[in-house]
């Protein structure tokens, strides 16, 4: 079953802008990630938080994570030209010894010069 | 620089030709995984090794095969591939399999069947 949902599906702002994408999720966890994926490449990892951390900042990206709401949001600040990608979250299970991560659907950002 | 390998970057089969895809990484990881990845859709997990575990995700057809000669090695082989199997497939290699690791991730590898 999907764990995570993003919204919104897609995100068009022009450069310099700010950018927020959401990503709600149904079971419990033990830490959130989110990761980029540019057209027709593999992912990279943006920014990994625990459960007990409610916001973490690396660089232009600031992410939130709200267990009680089970949600999560990722902020880019500034946005450039280059920021235009795929943004997915992706969450493991309490439960979960695997590694295995679910993805949410994704949110396409494109970012006009 | 240490990294996660995937090749072909892309591949082209008939309906019901064999294909094996291939991954290799630089990261002496000990956990690699392989995901599907359709068009505008999130990755999903077909089965992962750790060390030499093999962890296959219930809902994979068995069309799909896996194998992990070595640590740095990992293929994926499609017996029997169908038109609903064209995808992206991506290779990802973490250091342990509790979830609270980062994935690294190759560039994937494009399958296209004819």
């Known amino acids: 079953s999907q764990q995570g949902e993003e919204d919104p599906q897609a995100l068009s702002i022009q450069e310099g802008e700010n950018a927020t994408m959401n990503c709600s999720y149904k079971t419990s966890i033990n830490n959130l990630q989110w990761y980029r994926q540019n057209s027709g490449r593999g992912l990279v990892h943006l920014i990994l938080?625990?459960?007990?951390?409610r916001e973490k900042h690396s660089g232009r990206l600031r992410v939130t994570l709200d267990t009680s709401k089970k949600s999560s949001s990722l902020l880019i600040t500034a946005s450039r030209a280059a920021d235009t990608a795929s943004y997915f979250c992706a969450t493991d299970g309490l439960a979960s010894n695997t590694g295995k991560l679910i993805f949410g659907q994704g949110t396409t950002l494109q970012v006009k010069p | 620089d240490a990294m996660v390998i995937q090749n072909p970057r892309y591949q082209v089969t008939q309906f019901g030709k064999p294909v094996t895809l291939s991954c290799s990484q630089t990261?002496?990881?000990?956990?690699m995984y392989w995901y599907q990845q359709k068009s505008s859709q999130a990755p999903k997990l077909l089965f992962h090794?750790?060390?030499?575990?093999?962890?296959n995700e219930a809902d994979t057809p068995d069309n799909f095969q896996s194998r992990r000669p070595n640590t740095s090695f990992c293929f994926l082989d499609i017996r029997s591939p169908g038109l609903g199997d064209a995808a992206m497939y991506l290779c990802a290699t973490s250091r342990d399999p509790t979830g609270t690791d980062t994935q690294y991730f190759g560039p994937g590898t494009r399958l296209t069947v004819l």
């Open positions: 938080i625990r459960s007990n951390e």
């Open positions: 090794y750790y060390d030499k575990d093999f962890n």
């Open positions: 990261l002496n990881h000990n956990v």
